[in-house]
Nanobody, 118 residues
């Protein structure tokens, strides 16, 4: 059974940092491309960053230079380091496994709330 458990969100001020974690089970983590997404109520979920099994990363233009996605295959965990946070980064953040049958079936974890506000 696939489980994706996001954590690390919180309330921070503009310019501060947060590190999100996504602990996984039930997937072949070491060969999976992993991704972080975010969603604001009333808006479509947005792809934020991806990391391939080989460590190749890609980012949405809105977060380039501020967010870093990384993975620990031994811990089956993917991270999102966020610096210089802006109010527009406020969202619920989710990880997922794009291309997997679990993802294509529309499954998501509970997400973690990030709020950037002064």
């Amino acid at each position: 059974q696939v489980q994706l458990v996001e954590s690390g969100g919180g309330l921070v001020q503009p310019g501060e940092s947060l590190r999100l974690s996504c602990a996984t089970s039930g997937i072949a983590f070491s060969i999976a491309t992993m991704a972080w997404y975010r969603q604001v109520p009333g808006k479509q979920r947005e792809l934020v960053a991806t990391v391939t099994s080989g460590g190749i990363t890609n980012y949405a233009d809105s977060v380039k230079g501020r967010f870093t996605i990384s993975r620990d295959n031994a811990q089956k965990t993917v991270y999102l380091q966020m610096i210089s946070l802006k109010p527009e980064d406020t969202a619920v953040y989710y990880c997922n496994v794009p291309g997997s049958s679990w993802y294509q079936s529309g499954n998501w974890g509970q997400g973690t709330q990030v709020t950037v506000s002064s």
